[in-house]
Every structure is written in C-alpha cells, then in structure tokens.
C-alpha cells in the first residue's frame, strides 16, 4: 500500500506570492489533516478535512486555505506568502477520526520564502 | 489554550533504557499519542494511551496517568538508529484529527 505522498517536496517562492500544495492519502483513508512544522514552533495543526468537508481549524490567519476531492486527494494554499511561512509543510492522512486511529505523515513540502 | 512539554534533549548510551516525560494542559483529552521523526523524514507513528497504563511494543513502551495529566515514553535496549526526534502529542477533541504537539524530545544515542 503506498504511503501519504506530498508534492512538490521543495519550492522556493518569493513574498506576496501564493503557493498551493498536494497530498494524496493513503487509499481508503478519509482524514487528511495538515500541519506546520518549523524549529521555533514545532508542529502546529493547520486544518483538517473529512468527506471533503472542513472539520476543524487551528489558529492561522485566512491566509491558509484548504480542500478536498472526492477522491480524498487534499491541496492546500497559502496567499500573500510572508517570510515567516517557510516551513516544512506536512499532510497526515487517517482511515476516519477515531481517536485511536494513528496519523500517517507524508515526506512533507519544504517552503522557502525570499 | 493547550500546552505539553518535554526535555529538549535527551542523550543515552546504546544499550541503555530511557524515558521521555510529556506534561501536558489541554481544554479536552481524548488520547496522548507518541510519534518519532528523523532528520529529513517524516514523524511515524509510535503508540497511543487513552487510559491509564502501560502499553508495549516491542522495544518502546508509553505511560499515562490522566490525573496527573503526564506521560512518558520508554525506549529499551537503545539503538543508534533510536536516535530522532520524538513527540508526544494530545488529541483534545473527540472525533477530531488535529493532534496538539509538544516541542519535541532529540535524543542522541552515543556508542
């Protein structure tokens, strides 16, 4: 069974563009759930989506959007990007919401901004 | 707000057993989840307490005691390969994913 896979792994953009990014679940997993990873902060949670629904958000600005596919294929996309947006950008996907359920992460996408 | 904590760092010696503390203050808690990153790669998937106890696998074990809203991960007979970063996260909403994170533990294991 392959894996979560993000795309593209790296990218390199510059302030006030806008940048959108691709994570394909694992097959027959419904959950995909995003998240921030950066050295000061950490992971942070960024939204998650269900049945092509957005079924919980943390605490980012309206900058960070998200959807889903029926396919349960998941972009996410960030506008008016600032220097403090270069991160590691992770996808996580899960067969439901179960709690018990582990979280299966991609190789993740590495955004530079200049 | 939520928050966990953990050692920063953490060095042992191959062969050894350590353990990892997460403390954590979330507004719900529905489960303590373990997971490891290497450099470069992506976190994996560890274990997972929803009540108190002891789980094991294998050569790691996780710990919880929701009255003392603390847990702790134990990696036995260390490898070099134990040598990541580990996370102990909490899911604080029931039929949710967004797992809250703490900092992450580095642990060094040394010959």
């Known amino acids: 069974k392959a894996g979560v896979t993000q795309t593209p792994r790296y990218l390199i953009k510059t302030r006030g563009q806008q940048v959108t990014l691709s994570c394909s679940p694992i097959?027959?997993?419904?959950?995909v759930s995003w998240y921030q990873q950066t050295p000061g902060q950490g992971l942070q949670f960024l939204f998650e989506y269900f049945s092509e629904t957005q079924r919980n958000k943390g605490n980012f600005p309206g900058r960070f959007s998200g959807r889903q596919f029926s396919n349960s294929r998941s972009e996410m996309n960030v506008s008016t990007l600032e220097l403090g947006d270069s991160a590691l950008y992770l996808c996580?996907?899960?067969?439901?919401?179960?709690?018990?359920?582990?979280?299966?992460f991609g190789d993740g996408t590495r955004l530079s901004i200049l | 707000g939520q928050s966990l904590e953990q050692p920063s760092e953490v060095t042992a010696v191959e062969g050894a057993i350590v353990q990892i503390n997460c403390t954590y203050q979330?507004?719900?808690?529905?489960?303590l989840s373990w997971y490891q990153q290497h450099d470069g790669g992506a976190p994996t998937f560890l274990s997972y307490?929803?009540?108190?106890g002891l789980e094991e696998t294998g050569r790691f074990s996780s710990f919880l005691s929701r009255s003392d809203s603390y847990g702790y991960l134990l990696l036995q007979e260390l490898q070099m390969k134990d040598s990541a970063s580990y996370f102990c996260a909490v899911r604080a909403e029931t039929g949710a994913n967004n797992l809250f994170f703490g900092t992450g533990t580095r642990l060094t294991v040394i010959p």
């Open positions: 996580a996907s899960s067969h439901s919401g179960r709690s018990n359920q582990p979280q299966h």
């Open positions: 307490n929803a009540l108190d």
């Open positions: 097959s027959g997993h419904r959950s």
């Open positions: 979330t507004s719900g808690f529905y489960g």
